[in-house]
Protein backbone atom coordinates (compact mmCIF):
# COMPACT_ATOMS: atom_id res chain seq x y z
CA UNK A 1 0.00 0.00 0.00
CA UNK A 2 1.81 3.48 -0.98
CA UNK A 3 2.12 5.85 1.82
CA UNK A 4 4.38 7.00 4.49
CA UNK A 5 6.11 4.22 7.00
CA UNK A 6 6.91 6.12 10.28
CA UNK A 7 9.40 4.12 13.11
CA UNK A 8 8.95 3.46 15.73
CA UNK A 9 5.34 4.05 16.43
CA UNK A 10 5.99 4.95 20.13
CA UNK A 11 9.04 5.25 22.37
CA UNK A 12 9.94 6.47 26.29
CA UNK A 13 13.93 8.26 26.14
CA UNK A 14 15.48 9.36 29.32
CA UNK A 15 16.58 13.23 28.74
CA UNK A 16 19.64 14.22 27.30
CA UNK A 17 19.28 10.70 25.21
CA UNK A 18 19.95 11.06 21.10
CA UNK A 19 16.75 9.56 19.03
CA UNK A 20 16.39 9.22 15.74
CA UNK A 21 12.84 8.89 14.56
CA UNK A 22 12.72 7.28 10.55
CA UNK A 23 10.53 8.09 7.60
CA UNK A 24 9.74 6.51 4.25
CA UNK A 25 7.37 7.54 1.84
CA UNK A 26 7.31 5.53 -1.69
CA UNK A 27 4.94 7.66 -3.57
CA UNK A 28 8.29 9.33 -5.51
CA UNK A 29 7.04 12.72 -3.53
CA UNK A 30 9.40 15.90 -3.49
CA UNK A 31 8.74 17.51 -0.47
CA UNK A 32 8.26 16.11 2.81
CA UNK A 33 7.54 17.43 6.60
CA UNK A 34 8.01 16.66 9.71
CA UNK A 35 5.15 18.03 12.32
CA UNK A 36 4.85 18.06 15.85
CA UNK A 37 0.92 18.21 17.35
CA UNK A 38 0.26 19.25 21.02
CA UNK A 39 -3.16 19.18 22.65
CA UNK A 40 -4.30 22.84 22.60
CA UNK A 41 -1.37 23.67 20.19
CA UNK A 42 -2.64 21.87 16.70
CA UNK A 43 0.32 20.67 14.10
CA UNK A 44 3.25 22.50 14.20
CA UNK A 45 5.68 22.45 11.20
CA UNK A 46 9.20 21.26 12.63
CA UNK A 47 11.28 20.90 9.22
CA UNK A 48 10.93 20.49 5.67
CA UNK A 49 12.20 19.67 2.53
CA UNK A 50 11.54 20.66 -1.11
CA UNK A 51 13.56 18.46 -2.71
CA UNK A 52 16.43 15.79 -2.29
CA UNK A 53 19.40 17.42 -0.58
CA UNK A 54 17.83 20.49 0.73
CA UNK A 55 15.83 21.29 3.88
CA UNK A 56 14.21 24.15 5.69
CA UNK A 57 13.40 25.14 8.94
CA UNK A 58 9.86 25.31 10.20
CA UNK A 59 7.98 27.52 13.17
CA UNK A 60 9.41 24.88 16.01
CA UNK A 61 13.27 23.87 14.65
CA UNK A 62 14.98 24.05 17.91
CA UNK A 63 16.18 20.59 19.06
CA UNK A 64 15.71 18.74 16.22
CA UNK A 65 17.67 18.09 12.92
CA UNK A 66 17.19 16.58 9.33
CA UNK A 67 18.48 15.31 6.10
CA UNK A 68 17.38 14.63 3.10
CA UNK A 69 19.91 12.12 1.25
CA UNK A 70 17.13 10.68 -1.45
CA UNK A 71 13.59 11.35 -2.42
CA UNK A 72 12.41 8.64 -0.01
CA UNK A 73 14.08 9.01 3.53
CA UNK A 74 13.68 12.15 5.69
CA UNK A 75 14.81 11.42 9.18
CA UNK A 76 14.03 13.54 12.10
CA UNK A 77 16.60 13.70 14.94
CA UNK A 78 16.68 15.09 18.85
CA UNK A 79 20.41 15.69 19.81
CA UNK A 80 19.69 15.70 23.36
CA UNK A 81 16.20 15.42 24.11
CA UNK A 82 14.24 17.34 26.75
CA UNK A 83 10.92 16.95 28.42
CA UNK A 84 9.55 19.78 26.38
CA UNK A 85 9.85 17.32 23.08
CA UNK A 86 7.36 15.03 24.47
CA UNK A 87 4.61 14.98 21.41
CA UNK A 88 3.24 13.26 18.72
CA UNK A 89 5.39 13.37 15.59
CA UNK A 90 4.08 12.69 11.90
CA UNK A 91 5.96 12.58 8.90
CA UNK A 92 4.09 14.04 5.69
CA UNK A 93 5.17 14.27 2.10
CA UNK A 94 3.77 16.21 -1.36
CA UNK A 95 4.31 16.61 -4.27
CA UNK A 96 4.55 20.12 -4.88
CA UNK A 97 4.48 22.30 -7.47
CA UNK A 98 0.92 20.32 -8.18
CA UNK A 99 -1.27 23.23 -6.83
CA UNK A 100 -3.29 22.02 -3.62
CA UNK A 101 -0.31 20.69 -2.31
CA UNK A 102 -2.06 17.99 -0.42
CA UNK A 103 -0.21 16.67 2.42
CA UNK A 104 -0.26 12.57 3.00
CA UNK A 105 0.66 11.85 6.68
CA UNK A 106 2.27 8.84 8.36
CA UNK A 107 0.54 7.46 11.34
CA UNK A 108 2.64 8.73 13.63
CA UNK A 109 5.25 8.38 16.10
CA UNK A 110 4.42 9.06 20.07
CA UNK A 111 7.36 10.09 21.64
CA UNK A 112 7.87 10.50 25.99
CA UNK A 113 11.07 12.17 27.36
CA UNK A 114 11.46 11.62 31.10
CA UNK B 1 -2.45 36.07 16.32
CA UNK B 2 -2.37 32.94 14.22
CA UNK B 3 -2.59 32.82 10.57
CA UNK B 4 -5.52 29.86 10.69
CA UNK B 5 -8.16 30.11 13.51
CA UNK B 6 -10.12 27.13 13.98
CA UNK B 7 -13.42 26.91 16.23
CA UNK B 8 -11.94 24.90 19.10
CA UNK B 9 -14.74 22.30 20.17
CA UNK B 10 -15.11 19.97 21.11
CA UNK B 11 -18.53 19.59 19.87
CA UNK B 12 -20.57 16.19 20.21
CA UNK B 13 -24.41 16.33 18.41
CA UNK B 14 -26.73 13.30 17.88
CA UNK B 15 -26.43 11.12 14.79
CA UNK B 16 -28.99 12.69 12.21
CA UNK B 17 -27.33 16.16 13.06
CA UNK B 18 -26.00 18.64 10.70
CA UNK B 19 -22.79 19.84 11.66
CA UNK B 20 -20.98 22.89 11.23
CA UNK B 21 -17.22 23.11 11.44
CA UNK B 22 -15.95 26.71 11.03
CA UNK B 23 -12.10 28.61 10.75
CA UNK B 24 -10.75 31.97 9.79
CA UNK B 25 -7.80 32.89 8.19
CA UNK B 26 -5.88 36.32 8.11
CA UNK B 27 -3.73 35.84 4.77
CA UNK B 28 -5.49 36.84 1.78
CA UNK B 29 -2.33 35.19 -0.55
CA UNK B 30 -4.18 31.77 0.58
CA UNK B 31 -5.34 30.01 -2.76
CA UNK B 32 -6.45 26.10 -1.34
CA UNK B 33 -8.30 25.37 1.35
CA UNK B 34 -8.46 22.15 2.84
CA UNK B 35 -10.48 19.80 5.49
CA UNK B 36 -7.83 16.87 7.00
CA UNK B 37 -10.21 14.26 9.01
CA UNK B 38 -7.86 12.59 12.03
CA UNK B 39 -9.15 9.48 13.78
CA UNK B 40 -7.88 8.83 17.31
CA UNK B 41 -4.25 7.71 17.54
CA UNK B 42 -4.18 7.53 13.53
CA UNK B 43 -2.51 10.61 10.90
CA UNK B 44 -4.61 13.41 9.41
CA UNK B 45 -5.68 12.32 6.01
CA UNK B 46 -7.34 14.72 3.48
CA UNK B 47 -11.26 15.07 3.51
CA UNK B 48 -11.42 17.59 0.70
CA UNK B 49 -10.56 20.55 -0.48
CA UNK B 50 -11.46 23.83 -2.44
CA UNK B 51 -9.82 26.57 -4.55
CA UNK B 52 -10.78 30.02 -4.10
CA UNK B 53 -14.13 31.14 -3.13
CA UNK B 54 -16.98 29.06 -3.40
CA UNK B 55 -18.72 25.56 -2.65
CA UNK B 56 -17.47 21.64 -2.79
CA UNK B 57 -19.95 18.76 -2.19
CA UNK B 58 -18.52 15.25 -1.99
CA UNK B 59 -21.52 12.96 -0.50
CA UNK B 60 -22.53 14.41 2.50
CA UNK B 61 -20.05 16.32 3.19
CA UNK B 62 -19.87 20.37 1.35
CA UNK B 63 -17.00 22.35 2.03
CA UNK B 64 -17.62 26.64 1.73
CA UNK B 65 -15.00 28.93 0.93
CA UNK B 66 -15.95 33.09 1.34
CA UNK B 67 -12.36 35.00 0.06
CA UNK B 68 -14.35 38.23 1.10
CA UNK B 69 -14.73 37.47 5.14
CA UNK B 70 -11.73 35.04 5.01
CA UNK B 71 -14.01 31.89 6.10
CA UNK B 72 -13.65 28.31 5.58
CA UNK B 73 -16.58 26.25 6.57
CA UNK B 74 -17.37 22.10 6.49
CA UNK B 75 -20.92 20.88 6.73
CA UNK B 76 -21.53 17.28 7.73
CA UNK B 77 -25.20 16.27 6.78
CA UNK B 78 -26.87 13.44 8.60
CA UNK B 79 -24.09 12.80 10.61
CA UNK B 80 -23.21 9.57 11.83
CA UNK B 81 -21.19 7.85 13.86
CA UNK B 82 -17.94 6.93 11.90
CA UNK B 83 -17.85 10.78 11.67
CA UNK B 84 -16.20 10.92 15.05
CA UNK B 85 -13.06 12.52 14.49
CA UNK B 86 -11.12 15.66 14.88
CA UNK B 87 -11.19 17.86 11.94
CA UNK B 88 -8.40 20.24 10.63
CA UNK B 89 -8.58 23.11 8.95
CA UNK B 90 -5.57 24.39 6.22
CA UNK B 91 -4.68 26.39 4.07
CA UNK B 92 -1.90 26.69 1.55
CA UNK B 93 -0.67 29.43 -0.93
CA UNK B 94 1.54 29.43 -4.27
CA UNK B 95 4.79 28.89 -2.00
CA UNK B 96 3.23 25.01 -1.34
CA UNK B 97 2.98 25.54 2.61
CA UNK B 98 0.28 24.76 4.35
CA UNK B 99 -1.13 26.33 7.36
CA UNK B 100 -3.18 24.31 9.95
CA UNK B 101 -6.14 25.18 12.28
CA UNK B 102 -5.77 23.50 16.02
CA UNK B 103 -8.54 21.12 14.85
CA UNK B 104 -12.26 20.61 16.08
CA UNK B 105 -12.96 17.59 17.70
CA UNK B 106 -16.51 15.83 17.12
CA UNK B 107 -18.33 13.14 18.71
CA UNK B 108 -21.25 11.61 17.00
CA UNK B 109 -23.39 10.15 19.48
CA UNK B 110 -26.03 6.77 18.11
Known amino acids: IAGITQAPTSQILAAGRRMTLRCTQDMRHNAMYWYRQDLGLGLRLIHYSNTAGTTGKGEVPDGYSVSRANTDDFPLTLASAVPSQTSVYFC?????????????FGAGSRLTVL | QKEVEQDPGPLSVPEGAIVSLNCTYS??????FMWYRQYSRKGPELLMYTYSSGNKEDGRFTAQVDKSSKYISLFIRDSQPSDSATYLCATTHNAGKSTFGDGTTLTVKP
Open chain 2, 27 to 32: NSAFQY
Open chain 1, 92 to 104: ASSQQGSGANVLT
